[in-house]
């Protein structure tokens, strides 16, 4: 199968949001037949909508896979959802 580059939006800003960056970067390169590409610099962001919430951290990731979009998408919702 051939692989195909994805890029995925990463942002968090609850609990403590650097670590969830680095624990979902982590996790998304030990995706089966996935491996991340390159990383963004991360940007710190104020919140879009309600104003009365912590900024954000913000990043993206470069991915190569092997996987199809749905499975990829499983993946990263199952990193999300950790």
Do not use: C, H
């Amino acid at each position: 199968m051939r692989s195909v580059r994805a890029f995925i939006g990463l942002g968090s800003n609850t609990g403590n949001p650097a670590r969830q960056l680095e624990m979902a970067i982590v996790s998304m390169d030990e995706i089966p037949d996935t491996r991340l590409k390159r990383l963004s610099s991360v940007y710190l962001t104020r919140p879009m909508g309600p104003e009365n919430q912590p900024n954000y951290l913000n990043a993206v990731a470069e991915l190569e896979t092997g996987l199809e979009a749905v499975r990829l998408l499983e993946e990263l919702q199952a990193i999300e959802n950790k």
